[in-house]
């Protein structure tokens, strides 16, 4: 089977497309086999490549977390799919049985893990996974498309619908538009009836941002976006702030955030360590909100909306099995608006 590899963590040079790796077979009747059709990069992929402290790698190691594909052999406990269905992978792996996934929050669970991170990944010809983490699409929708949308468009629905509970004619500050979890959550948030802000250092990704939707743009090269949107704003501030890039802006962050403001964040890409006022958190009456990836429910929701055609991830480039690395290289310099794509079969 072939499929891209890591065998220790380092530069992208690490990255290996191999041709000897074992086909995996199910080892649980509630498994299935998926013949992956394409997979998609996340930042995750980048910091899987680097080495994550308490992630540890058996070589040769799959990379990657999106795919969609075509199921190829079921479990005898699976129901309610079928041979040849074509279907979008949740790549989050929970244990099903703890107090956090039986309250259907598979995403606290304890033993949560993440495909291509703490299981073997997607970037590969095939992969066996629990039947819970695949939902079925058209049998036409495009693999390309099915790939790009699920981990991003899943955490950025947890983030702004369940956690950040953003309601129509609220205004919600995205930082950093181009990136996936960004852009989904610039999706959401219009198909929710917000008034949208998103930030860039770059002036094309801020322009296609606007036809993508975006109501407001800000350049945050040399701004204080917090003071740039309390003007913007007669001093009142943002309902809702999405921020995952940590040190470099959280205090921006909370200056944006007016009264009753909620700042949700799924990641801390510049650093993790962030000040927080307490007297300006309580007397605003703020919330701060962690989350991550999301669970069954919001799967179902986020699934429904693609086969409806209400959301779908912008597409940056496809790339081959072959040319994998040239699409991480990309990720690595930022250069995308969307999400990079790898077809592996067609
Ligand atoms: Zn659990």
Redesign the pocket.
Known sequence: MRGLTISAHGGLDRLELRDDLAVPTLVSDAQVRVRILAAALNHLDLFVVGGLPNVRIVPPWIVGSDAMGTITEMGAAVSGLDVGDRVLINPGI?????E??LAGE?PL????GVLGEHVPGTIAEEIVLPAANVRRVAPDADPAEGAAFTLSTLTAWRMLVSRARLRAGEHVLVWGIGGGVALACLQIAKLLGAYVTVTSSSDAKLERARALGADATINHRGVDVGKEMRARTGKRGVDVVVDSVGEATWAQSLGALGRRGRLVTCGGTTGPMVTTDVRRLFWNQWSILGSTMGNDTEFDEIVAHFNAGRLSAPIDSVYSLDDARAAFERMANGAQFGKLVVRIAS
């Open positions: 929970s244990d099903r049985t703890c956090y996934c598979q669970c304890p033993r949560f």
